[in-house]
């Protein structure tokens, strides 16, 4: 109760339910720069091999790469030639001079204006053991091991009351 009555509303409310984008898309989806863009459901179902997508939570921003995303926005992104070549996990996101990483460097500033404190930033690639680091956050889906929306939504309840 402690920990989430010394948050800020934008904290608690990222708390219980982060965000999810789409980044392989970012640029027929986002169109005003000035407002974040629709968030998508915490469901797997929206997730694609072809895909990377941005999750913020009230602590950490995951980029999660598909394993079939395009090499073009992946060497946009990171500077590789593949998602294959990307480490199981990185730390951070480097800058390039592209449209591609400017625009998802822009979403990460605009989204980080939620909260005071800085964030971490990480990637995980589809197929790396550090998937279910973003993979948890699904709160939607329930899959074995993991609890249902619902049974989630107890667990705040339980740690606020």
């Known amino acids: ?3 989430v009555s010394t948050q800020s509303t934008g904290d608690v409310m990222l708390m219980v339910y982060p965000r999810l984008f789409s980044l392989h898309n970012l640029a027929e989806t986002w169109t005003d ?3 974040i ?3 998508l459901s915490l469901t797997a179902e929206k997730l694609t ?3 990377a997508f941005l999750l913020q939570t009230h602590e950490y921003f995951i980029i999660w790469v ?3 995303v395009s090499d073009i926005f992946v060497n946009s992104l990171y500077n ?3 998602a294959s070549d990307l480490p199981d996990i990185q730390n951070g996101l480097e800058p390039f001079d592209n449209s591609i990483s400017t625009m998802v460097h822009d979403l990460i500033s605009l989204c980080a204006k939620v909260r ?3 964030y971490t930033l990480i990637s995980v690639r589809e ?3 550090f998937g279910t680091l973003f993979l948890q956050h699904l709160v939607e889906d329930r899959s074995d091991g993991q609890i249902s929306y619902y049974e989630f939504l107890q667990k705040v309840q339980q740690q606020v009351g």
Do not use: T
């Open 1 to 3: 109760k402690a920990v």
């Open 33 to 35: 720069k000035n407002v």
């Open 37 to 39: 863009p629709p968030r």
């Open 49 to 51: 091999r072809q895909g």
């Open 66 to 68: 598909g394993r079939n």
């Open 80 to 82: 590789a030639a593949s």
């Open 116 to 118: 005071d404190a800085p």
């Open 127 to 129: 197929d790396s053991r």
